[in-house]
C-alpha cells in the first residue's frame, strides 16, 4: 500500500505536489525531502511545486512532502510515499547466490576432472611400469641363461683342453716311445 516500486532503468523520476489551501496560493511554502537520501527538509515556495531525482541507487526510499499555508501555519503530518528501486539482476542476493554456486560447480568439475585425469596417467604409468618390469625380468633371465650357457661353454672348453692335453701327452708318449717307433 502506498508503494510505488521503480526498475534501475528508471533514470530519472519527480513528484509534483499542491496544498489544498487556496485562500492566497501564491503564497504556500511547500517542504519535502527523499529519506534515505535526502538529510534535510528542502524548502520551496509554490513557484516550485515538484521534486526531481535521478540516477537514485537501488534500495528503499521514502519520500515525504508537507506544506503551510498563506498564514506560515504547517501540516507537520505531510503526505509520504514509499519507493523501492529495484536494482539490475546482477546486484541481486539470489543472482549472487547462482553466481557462486555455479563458479563453484565449475571448480568442482575442473578438479574433478583432473583428479580423473590425474589418475588415468597414474593407471597407465603403472600399466607400462609392470610391463618394462616384466621385460626386464624377461630380459634378465635370459642374462642368466646366456651366462649359464658361457659358464658350461668354459667348462666344457676347460675339459676338452684337457683332453687334448691328454691326447697330446698320449701322442708325444707314442711318438717318443722306442717301442712304438720301430
Do not use: C
Not at 86 to 100: A, E, H, K, N, V
Not at 147 to 169: D, M
Amino acid at each position: 500500500k502506498n508503494t510505488l516500486r521503480l526498475s534501475y532503468r528508471d533514470y530519472y523520476f519527480s513528484f509534483e505536489f499542491a496544498a489544498l489551501d487556496y485562500t492566497a496560493p501564491s503564497k504556500n511554502r511547500y517542504a519535502y525531502k527523499m529519506e534515505g537520501l535526502d538529510k534535510d527538509w528542502i524548502y520551496t515556495d509554490a513557484s516550485k511545486r515538484y521534486a526531481g531525482y535521478s540516477t537514485l541507487p537501488p534500495g528503499r526510499y521514502t519520500f515525504r512532502v508537507k506544506a503551510s499555508n498563506n498564514d506560515g501555519h504547517w501540516n507537520e503530518t505531510g503526505a509520504m510515499l514509499k519507493i523501492m528501486i529495484t536494482p539490475p539482476i546482477w546486484r541481486t542476493w539470489g543472482f549472487r547466490l547462482l553466481l557462486t554456486l555455479m563458479t563453484a560447480g565449475i571448480i568442482y568439475y575442473v578438479l574433478k576432472r583432473r583428479i580423473a585425469i590425474a589418475r588415468m596417467k597414474q593407471k597407465s604409468l603403472v600399466e607400462r611400469v609392470h610391463e618394462r618390469t616384466d621385460a626386464a625380468q624377461k630380459l634378465q633371465a635370459a642374462l642368466d641363461e646366456v651366462e649359464r650357457l658361457k659358464n658350461r661353454l668354459q667348462a666344457e672348453n676347460v675339459y676338452l683342453k684337457g683332453e687334448i692335453k691328454s691326447v697330446t701327452n698320449f701322442e708325444n708318449i707314442i711318438t717318443t716311445s722306442p717301442l712304438f717307433n720301430k
